[in-house]
Structure formats: C-alpha cells, structure tokens
C-alpha cells in the first residue's frame, strides 16, 4: 500500500491565488514526521516545511502552511498568494518512527502558476 | 552557510561503466542520505551513511555502494552501469537525529547510454 498518496498530478492556479496541494498519509506508528518540498526544474529538492506527528499546531513558513488533520492521516500544503517562481512539482513525504528513518515520497503534483 | 553540494552536475556514462557521485553535507550534519528519482519508480531511498556507518539501506543491488569519510562527505557508486540507472541522484544531508533538519542537494543528473 501507498504510505503517501498524492492524489493531483497536476494543478493550475492564477497568480496571487492560495491553492491547496492534498497529500494523504499511512502509518500506524505513533510518532512520525511529514515534510514538504518544491522541486523547480533544475532538480534541486528544496525544503519547505515541516510537521510532526505531536506538534499541537499546524507549521507555517511565509507563505506556506500545513493544514494537519492527523485523524483523517493527512497534510495538505496551502501556498498562499501565489507567484510565478512556485511553479514546480511538490512532493510530500514522511519519515516514521522517532529514529533517523528514510523519507517516502509521494508521486508529486505539479504547480503551475499562470499570470 | 553553504547547502549540499553535489558534483558532477550532469555525465553521460556507457553501458558496463562504472561512476562515482560526490556529496558534501550542510557543515555540521553527520548524516548523508541518497535517493535515485526517475519517471517511472518516482523518488527511492538507497542508503544512508552516518558518521562513515551505513545506518540504512534500500532495495538496491550490490551494484549500488556508497561510502563516507570522516568530513562526513560521501560519495556513492555504481558498478557496471545499465540502461535503468539513468536518474537524478540526489543526496540529503542531516543532523542524524529524528528532527526535522533534512536538505537536499542540487543533483546528479546520470544519463546512461
């Protein structure tokens, strides 16, 4: 089974708009981390943010913030005010347990911004 | 304060060839992760080396090694190289706890032909 499902291959937005990009989780491990990163075209992972398992609130970086909803295992990213430079693929990906685990990625969804 | 740095950017290699990727970690993390991305098996974790240890692995074959040396930069290797193994590789560097300080390189970018 998928741990990390992305559900939207690709998404468009207008410039200056929010967009949601969904990313469901599967794990039975109580402790856990969910991150977030953008990779443009060059192939460069960057990271964007991160949430884990315990926080009590939901992380927000800028324009960015998670939208943890930990019952229904998942962790959608909201990219508010939209500029053309997010136009990317997002990956979602966890790592399980309190150790230093690998990360699983989901399949991505890809952003375009049009002005 | 410097990223991770991955070189070379971009090779071509040959059926049968064999190559080594370098990685530098962030200054101060221990950690040093690699991942294989294509189109078709999307994002794959190989193994991760901390404090010149291999602490995990993936599904990969022997072909597929790496290494870390006491700077904690690393370097991964694949023998005999196939068709298949055209992929970005990228590396991600950490403090080696459960934290969330994970960050990831630019890439190598392998073409095999």
């Known amino acids: 089974a998928q741990k990390i499902t992305q559900t939207q291959p690709g998404m468009f937005v207008q410039e200056k708009e929010a967009v949601t990009l969904d990313c469901t989780y599967d794990?039975?491990?109580?402790?856990?981390?969910l991150f977030w990163y953008k990779q443009p075209s060059s192939g460069e992972m960057i990271f964007l943010i991160y949430?884990?398992?315990?926080?009590?609130q939901n992380a927000t970086e800028g324009r960015y913030s998670l939208n943890f909803q930990k019952a229904r295992k998942s962790a959608n990213l909201v990219i508010s005010a939209s500029q053309l430079g997010d136009s990317a693929m997002y990956f979602c990906?966890?790592?399980?347990?309190?150790?230093?685990?690998?990360?699983?990625f989901g399949k991505g969804t890809r952003l375009s911004v049009i002005a | 304060k410097a990223g991770v740095t991955q070189t070379p950017r971009y090779l071509i290699k040959t059926r049968g060839q064999q190559v080594t990727l370098s990685c530098s970690p962030i200054?101060?993390?221990?950690?040093v992760s690699w991942y294989q991305q294509t189109p078709g098996q999307g994002l794959q974790f190989l193994f991760e080396?901390?404090?010149?240890?291999?602490?995990n692995k993936g599904n990969f074959p022997g072909r597929f090694s790496g290494r870390q040396f006491s700077n904690s930069r690393s370097e991964m290797n694949v023998s005999t190289l196939e068709l298949g193994d055209s992929a970005l590789y990228l590396c991600?560097?950490?403090?080696?706890?459960?934290?969330?300080?994970?960050?990831f390189g630019e890439g190598s970018w392998l073409t095999v032909v």
């Open positions: 949430q884990g398992s315990y926080d009590q």
């Open positions: 080396y901390f404090s010149e240890t291999q602490r």
């Open positions: 991600a560097s950490s403090l080696g706890d459960s934290g969330n300080t994970i960050y």
């Open positions: 200054s101060g993390h221990r950690s």
């Open positions: 794990t039975s491990d109580p402790s856990y981390g």
């Open positions: 990906a966890m790592r399980e347990g309190p150790g230093n685990t690998p990360l699983v």
